[in-house]
Every structure is written in C-alpha cells, then in structure tokens.
C-alpha cells in the first residue's frame, strides 16, 4: 500500500518559513520524481516544485529564489523549504510521486500566509 505523509504545514506570518515534508512507503523512493503541488480556493492545482531521481530540480517561476526543494533517499522523504513566504503563497499543498508509471499523491495540507 503506497502511503505519501506529509508534514510541517500551518499558519506563518508574512516574511515567515516553513518546512513541509512528505514521507513516503509502498513505493521505490529513489526512482520515483517527487513533486509538490498547491491549490489555492478557487484555482486549479499547479505545480510547485519538483526534484528527479537524479536530484534535478524545477520551480514554479513564482516561488524561485524562494523555496528549495530537497530528498532524502535513506529516508524517504522529500522537504520544501519555503522562506520569504507572502500571503499568495496561501493553498492546500500536496506531496505527488511519479515514475513514469504510476503516479501517487498524499492527502493534502493547509498552509496559510497571513498576519
């Protein structure tokens, strides 16, 4: 059973950090594409970030210079490292794995920018 937990969601101030993490199971982490995606109310889910199997990255042009994302093959997991955080940047984020085959997403967490 493929499981995708994720982790560190909340509410920040504007200008604040957060660290999300997504743990993953059932599935062979390191040839998986970890991605994270968002949802803000309203729109449609978009693509954040997301790290290869090989640890090539890609960013929305939104959050670039902005958050980092990372993976930890011995455990995995894959973080976003999110600073400079701005009210925008308010959604429901998901973790998502994909291999070229099957793709896996977790549940979905609450992450609010607001003062």
């Known amino acids: 059973q493929v499981q995708l937990v994720e982790s560190g969601g909340g509410l920040v101030q504007p200008g604040g950090s957060l660290r999300l993490s997504c743990a993953a199971s059932?599935?062979?982490?390191?040839?998986?594409?970890m991605n994270w995606y968002r949802q803000a109310p309203g729109k449609q889910r978009e693509l954040v970030a997301s790290?290869?199997?090989?640890?090539?990255?890609n960013y929305a042009d939104s959050v670039k210079g902005r958050f980092t994302i990372s993976r930890d093959n011995a455990k995995n997991t894959v973080h976003l490292q999110m600073n400079s955080l701005k009210p925008e940047d308010t959604a429901v984020y998901f973790c998502?794995?994909?291999?070229?085959?099957?793709?896996?997403w977790g549940q979905g967490m609450q992450v609010t920018v607001s003062s």
């Open positions: 790290i290869s199997s090989g640890g090539f990255t």
């Open positions: 059932g599935i062979i982490f390191s040839r998986n594409t």
């Open positions: 998502k794995a994909n291999n070229g085959y099957q793709a896996y």
